[in-house]
């Protein structure tokens, strides 16, 4: 469930309802969200959004899971020699646009390799955003693809992050694992801020 820009009052409604797993794609969005909901059992944040790299290390104290590792300064910037692996997805861009964030499927392989050689990160797979101007369906069939080239460098990394309230049927039909949505259950999102 992706909680970005709605107040910590709502995660705890649906930490209540039994949700545990939460998202949000800003740093200090989120790092002030995890220290105000610290006494919530089991909930887990997961990082969706740019990372930065020099916030990179502050992050690693908060989050369960970064399903945004789109390029090596990010993932070196998370390495860790002690304490608990981190998980993390590849992010792969699906269009042609570089500045819509996510490794180039050329350079998928590379950069899996990095993740699998940085001590402190656990790859769990790959995440995208489908392309606005394209079928879903199409684009995430393309993912589906890219995580069968990642498994052949690592088959425990079988997990897809792909799908979004427009989109998350399509996500499913293709093979999506983690579901990131958010409109479609909490209704529109305050403003920005
Ligand atoms: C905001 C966001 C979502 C959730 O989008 P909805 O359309 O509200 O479901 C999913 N993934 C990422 C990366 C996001 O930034």
């Known amino acids: ?78 390495s860790a020699e002690t304490g608990d692996a981190l998980r993390g997805f590849v992010q792969v861009n699906l269009t042609d646009d570089p500045a819509r964030g996510g490794v180039a499927p050329d350079d998928l392989e590379v950069l899996v390799e990095r993740v699998l050689a940085t001590p402190g990160l656990r790859l769990r797979g790959v995440m995208a955003v489908a392309p606005l101007d394209e079928e879903p369906r199409r684009a995430f069939a393309r993912l589906r693809d890219l995580s069968e080239r990642v498994r052949r460098l690592d088959p425990a990394a079988d997990r897809i992050s792909a799908g979004m309230s427009h989109d998350f049927a399509d996500a499913i039909a293709e093979g999506a694992t983690h579901l990131r949505i958010g409109t479609a259950i909490t209704g529109n999102r305050p403003d920005a801020g």
């Not at 820009?5 to 200090?28: I, K, W, Y």
């Not at 887990?44 to 690693?60: D, E, M, N, T, Y």
């Open 1 to 78: 469930m992706v909680t970005k820009f709605h107040p910590v009052s709502l995660v705890r409604e649906l930490h209540a309802l039994g949700v545990r797993d939460v998202g949000e794609n800003r740093h200090q969005e989120a790092q002030a969200k995890a220290r105000d909901t610290a006494d919530l059992d089991g909930l887990r944040w997961h990082f969706v959004g740019q990372l930065q790299s020099k916030k990179a290390r502050q992050a690693r104290a908060y989050v369960h899971a970064v399903h945004s590792l789109d390029r090596a300064s990010v993932v070196d910037a998370l």
